[in-house]
């Protein structure tokens, strides 16, 4: 996974950096920017997760408005 497409999925979810960073485990929004700059790596944990979210994967502690990516209409 690129920085880009972690970009892409984050936004595509409709999460901030800050609701990103919580689902992921990280502690701050910061971390969330270095990944989408390329300056810290994406594990391959944070990969699976990203991926699965992407997929439609919703734990229980998701946002309720950040939704957005089940909601889109289909790419064509």
Request: aromatic letters at 10%; glycine letters at 6%; a positive charge.
């Amino acid at each position: 996974m690129t920085p880009e497409e972690f970009h892409v999925i984050r936004t595509r979810l409709g999460l901030n950096a800050r609701e990103m960073a919580d689902m992921l485990g990280y502690s701050a929004a910061p971390r969330i920017f270095e990944i989408e700059r390329g300056k810290f790596a994406i594990t391959p944990m944070v990969q699976r997760l990203m991926r699965a979210y992407e997929a439609g994967y919703r734990p229980d502690d998701w946002p309720a408005h950040a939704d957005t990516l089940s909601r889109r209409a289909p790419q064509r």
